[in-house]
T-cell receptor, first 114, second 114 residues
Framework: ETGVTQTPRHLVMGMTNKKSLKCEQHLGHNAMYWYKQSAKKPLELMFVYNFKEQTENNSVPSRFSPECPNSSHLFLHLHTLQPEDSALYLC?????????????FGPGTRLTVT | AQTVTQSQPEMSVQEAETVTLSCTYDTSESDYYLFWYKQPPSRQMILVIRQEAYKQQNATENRFSVNFQKAAKSFSLKISDSQLGDAAMYFCAYRSLNNNDMRFGAGTRLTVKP
């Protein structure tokens, strides 16, 4: 595998379920990101990690819980979600933090909350 | 906070012709980065081109070029000799040098007609 991979690609869950999204990057990068892409809103940055440490949390509800065990893996744990949380969740990585570093995106997980 | 506006939800172009996608942004900062990302249907988002605000020269990448008007806060993307593979959603994005947030526009869906 090369680049940024995400699993699962599609997920349907009920509002009382607990599930996790996984992201893995094979690029040797040190920074990783979670984005939410909704049908009716621009892409929104959710969390930023640098060398496994969270550096940004853009006022994301606590029902979304990120985890970064190492620089190559990033998880998004989901619990008691709402239907409005249905969206495409994109993971990205970059060599380092900073505006000059290109972000490489994964294919996304299409989440549907029923 | 910075905002990014893409006023064209959809655009179409004839194969081999030229098309320009519009983007405007709002910021009080003097230094920043601007990006155009391409998201083909069911495929990963990839960087098309980037512009550093302190550089007056417009960025170019093969058939892709930008018209960066800093005073007008405008950052349009020109695609020359359009190809069928250029069909995608195109997102304009703003990145501050002062934080890790990246602000995206709502996107423009480009259709290329054979």
């Amino acid at each position: 595998e090369t680049g940024v991979t995400q699993t699962p690609r599609h997920l349907v869950m009920g509002m009382t379920n607990k599930k996790s999204l996984k992201c893995e990057q094979h690029l040797g990068h040190n920074a990783m990101y979670w984005y939410k892409q909704s049908a009716k809103k621009p892409l929104e940055l959710m969390f930023v990690y640098n060398f496994k440490e969270q550096t940004e949390n853009n006022s994301v509800p606590s029902r979304f819980s990120p985890e970064c065990p190492n620089s190559s893996h990033l998880f998004l744990h989901l619990h008691t979600l709402q239907p409005e949380d249905s969206a495409l969740y994109l993971c990205a990585s970059s060599q380092a933090l900073g505006a000059s570093y290109e972000q490489y995106f994964g294919p996304g997980t299409r989440l549907t909350v029923t | 906070a910075q905002t990014v506006t893409q006023s064209q939800p959809e655009m179409s172009v004839q194969e081999a012709e030229t098309v320009t996608l519009s983007c405007t942004y709002d910021t009080s900062e003097s230094d920043y980065y601007l990006f155009w990302y391409k998201q083909p249907p069911s495929r990963q988002m990839i960087l098309v081109i980037r512009q550093e605000a302190y550089k007056q020269q417009n960025a170019t990448e093969n058939r892709f070029s930008v018209n960066f008007q800093k005073a007008a806060k405008s950052f349009s993307l020109k695609i020359s000799d359009s190809q069928l593979g250029d069909a995608a959603m195109y997102f304009c994005a703003y990145r501050s040098l002062n934080n890790n947030d990246m602000r995206f526009g709502a996107g423009t869906r480009l259709t290329v007609k054979p």
